[in-house]
Each structure stands twice: as C-alpha cells, then as structure tokens.
C-alpha cells in the first residue's frame, strides 16, 4: 500500500529532524530497513519546517512501529492518498 508521512517539526526539533532523515535515507539506500518497507521518496523543506515521505508498505502498522523506534518527538501524519490524476509519459 501507497503512504504518504507529513513531518512538522519546531525550531528546537531541528537538528533531531537533520539525523532522523540522514539515518532513514541512509538505511534506504543500504537497504536495511525493515522488510515490507519500501521508501519511495523523501522531499524536505527547511523553510516549511516540513517533510513528506513516500511509502510503500504491507501495513500501516508495520510503518509506525518503526516510526517509534526513532522516538521522534515531531509531528507525523501518515495518509493513505487516493490518486486523482497521475501524468503517465510514454517515453
């Protein structure tokens, strides 16, 4: 299944934020993370104080439960997204 996890964090989270997402895309990249978890995407803005995760999962369960293994203290919103329109290219 196709997740999407909204990150908010606060001034004071930031540098929490920098090693999370240093640690994730790091395990990506190794594929080390947990079976059944597939990162598809990470986009981040420091600005925005925000960040979205493409997921794709077996369960929700199983996303969050790793999510409680990095402690994190900021806000996430995991949603399971309908697609309206999806730009196909035949190229």
Not at 5 to 28: G, I, R, T
Not at 31 to 51: C, F, H, N, W, Y
Request: hydrophobic share 45%; aromatic share 10%.
């Amino acid at each position: 299944m196709k997740v999407v996890v909204v990150h908010q964090w606060e001034d004071s989270q930031k540098d929490a934020v920098n090693n999370f997402f240093n640690q994730l895309v790091s395990m990506a990249k190794g594929k080390k993370l947990p079976k059944g978890m597939k990162l598809e995407s990470v986009r981040i803005s420091q600005d925005a104080k925000t960040a979205i995760c493409e997921w794709d999962v077996d369960n929700m369960d199983l996303l969050m439960q790793a999510a409680k293994q990095f402690n994190i203290t900021w806000k996430i919103t995991p949603v399971i997204p309908q697609t309206l329109y999806e730009h196909k290219s035949f190229f």
